[in-house]
């Protein structure tokens, strides 16, 4: 079975701080994506990367950014939490071609305060 | 633009009832398109896909979809549902062109009841 893991399940932070949200995946898939998923407006894609040390901006990229140094491994970045971040984040994987399905984590609750 | 519309935000049903979620898209060219499913406090699981060929998809848990290219539709269907499909559905998209993202619609809340 494909596993994508997701550094916390629940994550409180203060607003202005940087934020780390680690993702790893099992299964050697070149594609991972980030997405934020709020109530109403599905998932929404924040930024994917299709190979090591290559990011594409998704539909939602202000205020993140990302970071991927080893093929498992895909870290989102928030420079500065904003109230406005308070999300559920989500971690996926597939492979190449983007007819594959993707593979998702459990996700983060993220709560900026 | 791409887009997808999921016009439902809840569907109810009886158990033992056909169950239909509903999925409409707008994409350049050809679509690729997915179901997915969340379950409380799960990440989202896939269902099943269309790519090319048969317009009748059928995937996990008993669900199957119909791809209808003129009326750019794609909705998932179930001949008899259970309870424990009660879920949050999510249809996607994407193009076929390299450049296309995938867009996820806002989801479909499904509640089978007893």
């Known amino acids: 079975d494909v596993k994508v893991t997701q550094s916390s399940r629940y994550l409180v932070k203060r607003t202005g701080e940087k934020v780390f949200l680690e993702c790893v995946q099992d299964?050697?898939?070149?594609?991972m994506f980030w997405y934020r998923q709020d109530p109403g407006l599905g998932l929404r894609l924040i930024y994917f990367?299709?190979?090591?040390?290559?990011?594409e901006k998704g539909d939602i990229p202000e205020g993140y950014s990302v970071s991927r140094e080893k093929k498992e491994r895909f870290s989102l970045i928030l420079e500065s939490a904003s109230t406005n971040q308070t999300s559920m984040y989500l971690c996926?994987?597939?492979?190449?071609?983007?007819?594959?399905?993707?593979?998702f984590g459990p996700g983060t609750r993220l709560t900026v305060t | 633009a791409q887009s997808v519309a999921q016009p439902e935000d809840q569907v109810n049903v009886a158990e033992g009832n056909p169950l239909t979620v509903k999925c409409t898209y707008s994409v350049s060219g050809n679509p690729y398109l997915f179901w997915y499913v969340q379950y409380p406090n799960r990440g989202l699981q896939f269902l099943l896909k269309?790519?090319?060929?048969?317009?009748l998809v059928k995937g996990s848990y008993g669900f199957e979809a119909e791809f209808n290219k003129s009326q750019t539709s794609f909705h998932l269907k179930k001949p008899s549902a259970l309870v424990s499909d009660s879920a949050l559905y999510f249809c996607a998209v994407k193009g076929y062109s390299s450049a296309s993202k995938i867009i996820f619609g806002s989801g479909t809340r499904l509640s089978i009841r007893p």
């Open positions: 990367s299709y190979d090591v040390k290559m990011k």
């Open positions: 269309y790519i090319t060929g048969d317009n």
């Open positions: 996926a994987s597939s492979l190449a071609g983007g007819f594959y399905e993707q593979y």
């Open positions: 299964m050697d898939h070149e594609n």
